[in-house]
C-alpha cells in the first residue's frame, strides 16, 4: 500500500520561507513520479509543481515558478518543496501525489496521479 505523508506546512508570514517534505518508501519514490497540488478554500486543486521519476526534470506552475523548488531525495524516500518569498495568496491546503503513467494533460493533471497525501495547511499573513 502506497503511502504519502506530508508535513512542514505552518503559519508565516508575507516573504517568509517553508519547507514541506512528503515522506514515503524507497519503493514508491523508485516507481513514481511526484507532484504537489494545492487546495484554497472554495476553490478546485490546481498543480504546484513535479519532479520526473529519476529527478531529471521539473516543472511547475506559472504562480510560482522562481519562488518554489521541487526536488527529491530518493535515499531518504522523501520530497521536498521548498517555497520562498510566500504570498498570502499562496495560503491553501498542500498535498503531495505520486503517479505512474501520463496518459494526457501533462504533470500537471490531477487525474495522471494515482496516491495522494492528507495534505498539510499552509497559511500565509500578509
Known amino acids: 500500500q502506497v503511502q504519502l505523508v506530508e508535513s512542514g506546512g505552518g503559519l508565516v508570514q508575507a516573504g517568509d520561507s517553508l519547507r514541506l517534505s512528503c515522506a514515503t518508501s524507497?519503493?514508491?519514490?523508485?516507481?513514481?513520479?511526484m507532484g504537489w497540488f494545492r487546495q484554497a478554500p472554495g476553490k478546485e486543486r490546481e498543480f504546484v509543481a513535479a519532479?520526473?521519476?529519476?529527478?531529471?526534470?521539473?516543472y511547475y506552475a506559472d504562480s510560482v515558478k522562481g519562488r518554489f523548488t521541487i526536488s527529491r531525495d530518493n535515499a531518504k524516500s522523501t520530497v521536498f518543496l521548498q517555497m520562498n518569498s510566500l504570498k498570502p495568496e499562496d495560503t491553501a491546503v498542500y498535498y503531495c501525489?505520486?503517479?505512474?503513467?501520463?496518459?494526457?494533460?501533462?504533470?500537471?493533471?490531477?487525474?495522471?496521479?494515482?496516491?495522494w497525501g492528507q495534505g498539510t495547511q499552509v497559511t500565509v499573513s500578509s
Open positions: 501525489a505520486a503517479g505512474r503513467t501520463i496518459y494526457s494533460g501533462g504533470y500537471s493533471y490531477p487525474p495522471n496521479y494515482d496516491y
Open positions: 524507497e519503493r514508491t519514490l523508485n516507481a513514481h513520479f
Open positions: 519532479v520526473t521519476r529519476y529527478g531529471g526534470s521539473t
